[in-house]
C-alpha cells in the first residue's frame, strides 16, 4: 500500500482499466489565494531553505547533498553524480495528445541517507506542490526507478559499451559467456571516422530548424515535450560536459535533416580502488528523416567514444527501439517508470508513444 500517494491526485491502481474515468486534471486548479499560504510543518529541529542556485556556495552544498545521496543502482555500485549545470528547475510545457499543459519537472528529490524512512519525503513533495501551486502550475511530470501510483509507462534502460575493459573492471558489465576480453573489446570497436556527409555539432544559429524538425518528430507521440526555439538553446545548444547536439546539414540544400543529442552524467563508482567515475552519456532527442537511424546514432556513438565516455546508455522511447540492438546495446537491469502528477491518462502508453526524456 501507498499510504501517502493514495492521498494524492495521481491515477490510482485500483483505477486501472476504468475506462470511464475521464482524461484529464484530476482535480480543478484553485484560485490562488486558496492555496495553503505557509510552508507545511517540519518535524522540530528542521527548518526550510529555499536555495539560491546562483550562489557558488548554496549549489555546492546542493551538489554534495545529491553527490553522497543521490540515486543507486540496485546492488549500490554506482550513484549518480549530476554536475551543478543540472541542479536549477524550471517549467516545462508537455503536450498530452491534444492538450499541452503547463508543468513542472520534478527531479532531484533527496533526503541524506541518515534521514530515510522517517516519511521526510511526502512533506517535500507535498510543500513543493505548495510552491509550484503559488506559481499557478497544477501538474507536473516525473521519473523514477520505483513503482508508484501510477506509471504513464514503463521503460528499459539500455547500454552500448564503449570502453568494454573499463566496464568490465568496475562490474558494470560482465565478460560474456565464452567470450575473451581481447574479443570483447573488439565487438565494441567503433570506426575512427564519421560516416555520415554534413554531420556537424549545432550551434546557435541552428536553434530555428532544429526547433522544426523537433516539433515535427515530436507531434507523433501521445505525450511529448512541446519545445519552442527558447527551450532548444536552452536544453539542447552544445554546452561543455553538459549537452552534446549534432546535425546533418544537406551538402546540397544546406538543410537540416537529422539531428541527435546526448546529455553527460558521470556515476560515482563506489568502493573501487582503481576507478572513481563512470563517463556516461545518455540519449537525448534525436531525428532522422534523411539519414538512416542506425547510422545517425553510429555516429554519435563514434563521437561520444571520442570524447572519452565509457558507455552511451539510451531508453526503449521514442524510435530508440529501431536501432538498440543493431547497434549492440544491451538491456540493463534498471527500468525507468514516467509518471504525471494530477492528471489522468485513459491508459498507458507504450515506451515508443512517450516523446519526453528528463534528466
Ligand atoms: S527519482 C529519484 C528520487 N531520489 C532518489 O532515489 C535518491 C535516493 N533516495 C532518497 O533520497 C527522480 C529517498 O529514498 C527518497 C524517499 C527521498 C526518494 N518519488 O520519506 P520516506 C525524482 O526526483 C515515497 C516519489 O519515508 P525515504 C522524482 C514512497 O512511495 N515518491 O522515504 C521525484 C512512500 O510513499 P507511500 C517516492 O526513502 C518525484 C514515501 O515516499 C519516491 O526516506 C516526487 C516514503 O517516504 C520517489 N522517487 O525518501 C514526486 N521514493 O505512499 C513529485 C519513495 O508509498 C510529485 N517515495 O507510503 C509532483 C509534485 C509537484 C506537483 C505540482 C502540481
Ligand atoms: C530520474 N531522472 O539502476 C532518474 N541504472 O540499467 C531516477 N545498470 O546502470 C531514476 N546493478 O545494467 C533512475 N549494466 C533509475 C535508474 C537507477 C540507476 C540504475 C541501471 C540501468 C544501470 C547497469 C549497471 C548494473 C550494476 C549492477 C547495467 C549492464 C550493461 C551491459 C553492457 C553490455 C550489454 C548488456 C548490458
Not at 72 to 98: H, Q, T, W
Not at 133 to 160: D, F, K, M
Request: contains cysteine; hydrophobic residues 35%; charged residues 25%.
Amino acid at each position: 500500500t501507498h499510504k501517502f500517494w493514495e492521498t494524492q491526485p495521481v491515477g490510482q491502481f485500483k483505477d486501472i482499466g476504468d475506462t470511464s474515468l475521464p482524461e484529464g486534471p484530476i482535480e480543478p486548479a484553485t484560485p490562488l489565494s486558496e492555496v495553503k499560504q505557509d510552508p507545511y510543518n517540519l518535524p522540530s529541529v528542521y527548518e526550510w531553505t529555499t536555495c539560491d542556485m546562483a550562489s557558488d556556495d548554496i549549489c555546492s552544498e546542493v551538489y554534495n547533498l545529491l553527490r553522497s545521496n543521490y540515486v543507486e543502482d540496485d546492488e549500490n555500485m554506482f550513484r549518480f553524480n549530476y554536475s551543478k549545470e543540472f541542479l536549477s528547475g524550471v517549467p516545462a510545457r508537455i503536450r498530452v495528445r491534444d492538450e499541452v499543459v503547463k508543468m513542472a519537472e520534478i527531479n532531484f528529490l533527496c533526503v541524506h541517507k541518515k534521514l530515510r524512512s522517517k516519511r521526510l519525503a511526502p512533506v517535500m513533495i507535498k510543500e513543493v506542490t505548495r510552491r509550484v501551486h503559488l506559481e499557478n502550475i497544477w501538474q507536473a511530470a516525473y521519473t523514477a526507478g520505483v513503482v508508484l501510483p501510477t506509471p504513464i509507462t514503463t521503460c528499459q534502460y539500455w547500454h552500448r559499451s564503449l570502453n568494454p575493459k573499463k566496464l568490465i573492471d568496475v562490474g558494470f558489465s560482465r565478460l560474456g559467456a565464452r567470450m575473451t576480453m581481447s574479443r570483447t573489446i573488439k565487438l565494441y570497436k567503433l570506426p575512427e571516422a564519421l560516416v555520415t556527409p554534413g554531420f556537424r555539432k549545432m550551434e546557435l544559429l541552428d536553434v530555428p530548424a532544429v526547433t522544426r524538425l523537433l516539433r515535427n518528430y515530436l507531434s507523433q507521440f501521445g505525450v511529448a515535450t512541446d519545445f519552442d526555439e527558447n527551450d532548444v538553446e536552452h536544453w539542447l545548444l552544445p554546452r561543455e560536459d553538459v549537452v552534446d547536439s549534432y546535425l546533418v546539414e544537406s551538402p546540397e540544400t544546406h538543410d537540416v535533416t537529422d539531428f541527435c543529442s546526448f546529455y553527460t552524467l558521470p556515476s560515482t563508482i563506489l568502493g573501487n580502488p582503481n576507478y572513481t567515475t563512470l563517463k556516461a552519456a545518455y540519449s537525448y532527442y534525436n531525428v532522422a528523416t534523411q539519414t538512416s537511424f542506425l547510422q545517425l546514432m553510429n555516429d554519435a556513438l563514434i563521437v561520444s567514444k571520442q570524447k572519452g565516455f565509457d558507455v552511451f546508455n539510451a531508453l526503449d522511447v521514442m524510435h530508440n527501439e529501431s536501432f538498440l540492438k543493431e547497434l549492440k546495446f544491451g538491456p540493463g537491469d534498471g527500468q525507468l517508470h514516467y509518471y504525471l502528477y494530477n492528471y489522468r491518462l485513459r491508459s498507458a502508453l507504450k515506451p515508443s508513444e512517450l516523446g519526453l526524456v528528463l534528466l
